[in-house]
């Protein structure tokens, strides 16, 4: 009968083998990770609104025509949570705001946020300017707005704007 003999190195080594083999069996495992939620698309925020803004010399009117795609809407005036349009004449402006800016009533609607004022579809905003000279040729403002859906907003948009006015 032949006997090897281990010497007290490879003893240690089985030890240490047997026993990480033992703890990795009883060791708790992970759980599975649940699986992620479908991907939602984003709104094509660019393609939910547009606008035009023109200039009639003849009534000094400035107005604002508005097309918000269905599925979507903009805010207007009493509108507390986001942020209603609105159209500015600029301070360096060679014309000046005359007046009050004229808004579309919306309709007030229930939504996950709360009950807010909006527009949907086509809607025209108007302003009476007047000249501040007789050498006036360029009307300047801003028109701010926010489209949303009824799940979702899209930030606060601001566009310049700068009109010959004739």
């Known amino acids: 009968m032949r006997r090897t003999a281990l010497s007290v190195a490879a ?50 009117m400035v107005t604002v025509t508005v097309k918000v795609a269905p599925g979507f809407h903009a805010y207007t005036v009493g509108e507390t949570t986001g942020k209603p349009m609105q159209l500015t004449i600029a301070e360096d402006s060679e014309f000046a705001l005359e007046g009050d800016v004229k808004y579309p009533a919306g309709v007030a609607k229930d939504l996950p946020v709360g009950r807010s004022v909006i527009v949907e579809g086509t809607a025209e905003i108007s302003a009476q300017v007047a000249p501040k000279s007789e050498a006036a040729k ?10 949303c859906t009824d799940e979702a907003c899209d930030r606060p948009r601001t566009a310049p704007f700068s009109l010959p006015s004739s």
């Open 138 to 147: 360029t009307v300047k403002g801003a028109f701010r707005y926010q489209v």
């Open 11 to 60: 003893l240690a080594t089985l030890a240490l083998t047997a026993c990480k083999q033992d703890q990795a069996a009883t060791a708790p495992r992970e759980a599975p990770k649940p699986a992620a939620a479908p991907a939602q698309e984003m709104p094509d925020w660019k393609a939910a609104f547009s606008h035009e803004v023109g200039f009639d010399p003849t009534g000094k």
